[in-house]
């Protein structure tokens, strides 16, 4: 089967640069001597799970209680499940726990963590710490930080944080600065807790930018990063690869050609690429995606999606090139702006490596 | 089954609001004397489409191939697939349709229109009018419209418009001007078809907003429209119905509770919500959606989701109100700026009536 053969639109996922951005990761993590415990949300797939967990400890992050369950069945115990968990939540997890899966938990606040620290089937929490990006967590030197670990009690085993601000930075010496704040920030916690007695096993942080940047891990256990295996135009512009680490990307057909409005239409609009629009905000603004052709190289003089409606991508033509000689059907592929965003509304990867043969299909976990 | 006991996020779908849309719908089309194609591109639900066909001729609109295989195997098989046709997908619908569904295609492209009409197994064709979207479609008085129609011969069976730049109309006024010339202009295309000769039995056309406000539909044989049956914000905005017209919302979960910065986190967030901000350019900007109670009422002061995350949903409290006394795990809904965007990370439909019991689980048909 060839990329021409699929039907559109759908994901291709290119193997070769995937396990080179798992290669870099896995690189800038053992710089420091810590582990890497991959996040999921981006992939979702046990096939990438597999590749990106060579080598490393064998503990992965999630964002979904149906990631949770999915990579449990696949024998991933060690979760991490980095979103606020609630009492319906944390029913479900003790129960997937009494199933075999060992899903630890995170939370800031203090009826959570009675509530954790009562549970009658034990599930493992960390303390979320607030360094920087004011979404989660308490702040480093918060006062209800030893109440949450009390509240715990024997289901703390460590303290976490995510310093996603970080994706607001433009320079490696800006990412530095947050991704020491974000260091400075978990450790400082965790230093508290165990002067006062609990039992920390697992600093934990990270985003794919401070992953890949940060100067020191002194006192951290874990980097926790997820966006870093696809890659995608927003994170390229604050320097967590260049083009040529994209690996997924929407292979798409030409629907429509309008010459006299110097369009193109496509059959990725808003659904197949999501409306993510984050590079709006970046050095360059690519709208809802970078047109490539086949083999994965910008065309058409690097034109972007300007418009994105439910199912139509509309190609802005360069008005002093020539308008496209590419008939319908002809096929495209868009590098996406924001690749988690985009992976979340296709239930497959269509999976080459560095032609335009597929190899394999590898199926994702979507929903909740 | 109660809404409080379920996983979130989901989402929610009030039979008695859809009813009352879809009735509201048909008497704006039946006054007109034309029939109703109900597109299911939002609902993308055999049960939704079975009460949205009640009192209609039986066809339906659809947006993928995926939803035309679903709704051909639930018997609805007069279907038109608007979305400019593919060699593809030509194939795929000819295999459809020679399995027994009969799924017309649309095109504006000569190439494509000689493919069809040579097409081994027959496959109906309507030709895309464009009447001011400029997204598809030749104008009404195109010189390329006689040659389409030559090309496709008698595959050839109608003509079709959508005036989806109603959207950017801000007044009844308005829309009545664009739904005009969305009648004239494929009125226009037909009459021309039939004066040199062409069997045109179908002249479609129709968005929410036209269907809603035109005040002729002299020349037209159906309407199309999709968004009407749940409504959203930004259809609200433009005058389709009111809010007590929006039909389906994410049900959600308090996951953080952040009183110094006057934020409370919930579990809709960007995957859940859509990063649809099509609000933006709406009179009020709902960010990611407005906070509703359980029974579906504003709440918190009208607030809104500020910021959306891959999960996290960002509430931005009211400074001249009290921080709301929300327990971790208490449950919010909230109204989409964009449904049809929303209800596609979903894979089903809680329903209720008016209260807050879940009468039935209604399946979705996503992806391609």
Known sequence: MRLSDLPTPCLVLDRGILQRNLATMAVAVARHGVGLRPHMKTAKSIDVARLALAGQHGAITVSTLAEAEYFAGHGITDQLYAVGITPQKLAQVAKLNAAGADIAVITDDLDMARLIGKSLIPVRALIEVDTGEHRGGVTPDSPTLPDLAEALGRSLVGVMTHAGHSYGARSPEQLAVIGEAERLGVSQAATRLLEAGHAISIVSLGSTPTALHAARMDGV????????????LFQ?????????????????????????????????????????????????????????DLNGAPTLGGTVI???????????????????????????????????????????????????????????????
């Open 221 to 232: 256990t874990e980097v926790r990063a997820g966006v870093y295996m696809f890659g995608d």
């Open 236 to 292: 390229m512009q604050i320097g967590s690869h260049g083009l040529d680490g994209i690996a997924m990307t929407v292979l798409t057909s030409v629907i429509g050609r309008h010459p006299a409005q110097r369009a193109l239409l496509l059959d990725a609009g808003g659904l197949a690429l999501s409306k993510d629009h984050s590079t709006a905000a970046a050095p360059v603004d690519y709208g809802f995606g970078l047109v490539l």
């Open 306 to 368: 300007r418009q994105a409606y439910q199912e139509h991508g509309v190609v802005e033509c360069d008005a002093s090139l020539p308008y496209p000689d590419l008939p319908i059907g002809a096929k495209l592929r868009v590098a996406p702006n924001h690749t988690c965003m985009t992976a979340a509304a296709h239930d497959r990867y269509y999976v080459v490596d560095g032609t335009d043969e597929v190899l394999e299909i590898w199926p994702r976990v979507n929903g909740w």
